[in-house]
């Protein structure tokens, strides 16, 4: 197995900055990271794009700022309102006229911050729009670099939905009962991520084409296209007759850049394409277009307050070393606030593969934060090379680099390092594919770990071929034709084909050392999983494994024997995740609700053994 590639970072710069911003007109803390540079004469704010497409630019973002800071360009990174780690919810009233607000609030902080002549925002996709709608609105922002961000919010919604589609799986045809009803009228989600029926509403009445931008003439944009689809015809000619100087550019890597998180590359090409450009504008730019002494500076601080089921929480960002790894784990811990007495056990969640720390469909967040509500403390983790954990940038090198021996030590750190921060020296660990296999493996070594809660993990000894099995087993249940009338039907997404024939590859590889394996085996002490199992029932940890239908793994715990014993291991339990088959991720909506309350229910019982 190998590790993630590295990508030269300057080491000169200084330490990103992890921040909260409060600002009366959004009410919600506003998280950031501040990315600061002495003397800076030019600072940007970076805007991120809607849902899973954050999730994966992510890396590539963070990669984006630190080569500004080596340019002498501050830069600050934010979660919108409802998304990442800022405070709120999706559903929440208001959600989407917030967000041009907080935009609003975070340009007013850069340009104080680093008292910058030139603040330039630069917005993807749906942080593009809301980038714009932000300067229509009298934001303190003089430029704009807007990347793949359609004029009009219509245009958004009509991509975001095709997007959905194309990530079909059983929804529609799953047998949903009482306790997961439908999504309102007018909800939009699309990769697993919501849009309420009012934002949908807000976004369709947005037209930057057809909105009066305040001080045109003094203004630069750079519009940006993406592999094979040109910039914003409308938005363009629009700008251009408004006065605003406009240069348009293709934008390499917008693909790349949007890949799953373990295969996203930084856009090398549009990083130079943006640095020419802001080289270009800089000295034109006359700067602060509001009046400094008649704005409200936001408030920034270092940790956060929030309101979470009329009972208050506390989150605070942490920076764990890790010698010899190459960098720093970052984490965001939770807990109720005041601290009161805690409960005595500390909940770890686990990256998703390299999804950073708000885990998948940002559940991590939402369970951190009601169970923090509840008098349960946690510490949601970004492991080194993920999110904000140090270390290179992405891809990682290798289908199953994100099961490295090291990434497993690095739990170990943290879990060493987190009684440091006042939390119980007992922990339940909940992990997601690569990040369940991490707890499994840690938890066999510490018994300070009590109780596992694992979803959908694809393996947990490593055995690169013991997923691939399970598709191939699928594989040859499906004939060719039926293989092409469930891609066409979405009942099997090509995701799901590429994994089968990766899986085929696999197996033919590694077809001679199984047989070996096997030999080994049976004249040796038993079966490795068998041994792992009785280890954790000795020292007492609680595992609970949890699968979608259909998932590889669960197949081949049937077909190995394993789940018609598990009366030999009574500390485990294997139930199903509620959900349609392929939902790998829990990236249907309309099943996470039922997703939070097996977690809340396992946390209960854990809780009440300790």
Known sequence: MTGPVPVPVPGSVPAPRPLYLHADAVGEPVFGVFHDVADADAAVLFLPPFGYDDVCAYRGLRMWALALSAQGVASLRIDLPGAGDSGGGPRDPGRAPSWPQAVAAA??????????RQVVAIGLGLGGLVAGQAVVEGADIDDLVLWGA??????????????????????????WDETMPPLPDGSLESGGFLLSPETVAWLQGLDLAAAPWPDAQRRHVLLLGREGISVDAKLQRALTEAGVAVAAADGPGYTELMDEPHRSLAPEETFAIVREWLAQTRDATPGGATDASAVT?????????????????????????????????????ATPAPTGELAPLTVVFLNVGAERRIGANRMWVEAARRWAARGVPSVRLDLIGIGEGGGPATPWNGEYALYDDALV???????????????????LLIGMCSGAYWAFARARQDPRI??????????????????????????RRLSGREVWRDVLAGKLTWARVQRMLRAIAVMVARAPQLLVDRLRAKSGGGDPLDLALDTLRDQGTAVSLRFTDGEPLQEELARSGHLARLARWPNVAVRPLPGPADAHTLQVVRMQPAVHRALDTFLAEQLART
């Open 297 to 333: 500076v936001p408030a920034a601080t270092e940790t956060a307050t929030l309101t979470v089921d009329g009972a208050t929480v506390h989150e605070a960002p942490i920076a764990i070393d890790a010698p010899g790894h190459g960098g720093a784990l970052f984490g965001i811990v």
């Open 409 to 427: 030590a690095q739990v170990e750190i943290a879990l060493d390092a987190l009684p440091g921060y006042g939390l119980a020296p007992r922990f």
């Open 107 to 116: 340009a007013t902080w850069l340009r104080a911050e680093t008292a910058a």
């Open 450 to 475: 009590v109780a596992l809660e694992l979803l959908n993990t694809r393996m947990l000894l490593f055995d690169e071929t013991r997923g691939s099995a399970a598709e191939v087993r699928h594989l």
């Open 150 to 175: 359609p004029s009009r919010g219509k245009a958004l919604v009509r991509e975001l939905r095709a997007f959905a589609r194309l990530g079909i799986t059983e929804a529609d045809t799953f047998a």
